[in-house]
């Protein structure tokens, strides 16, 4: 019976891991189908990325004003 104590924690680790692995590959094959995203999603990321476009123009082209006047 002493012995039975000292192996619990022996044993309870090893299983503990094996059922942790396996919730885990059970979660895993419910996200592994993506879904279809949605029209209006792709038409804001669209437009957002039309937006960070114009604002990286108008940065690069107040850079190129600035070290103008500066020289």
């Known amino acids: 019976m002493d012995k039975l104590i000292y192996l619990l924690p022996v044993l309870a680790c090893p299983i503990m891991m094996g059922a942790m692995m396996w919730f885990m590959m059970r979660g895993n094959n ?3 189908t993506p879904a279809q995203p949605d029209p209006n999603t792709q038409e804001a990321i669209a ?3 039309a937006e960070i476009a114009t604002l990286r123009a108008a ?3 107040q850079a190129h004003h600035t070290s103008d006047s500066a020289a």
């Open 30 to 32: 419910a996200a592994a």
């Open 47 to 49: 437009v957002l990325r």
């Open 59 to 61: 940065q690069s082209g």
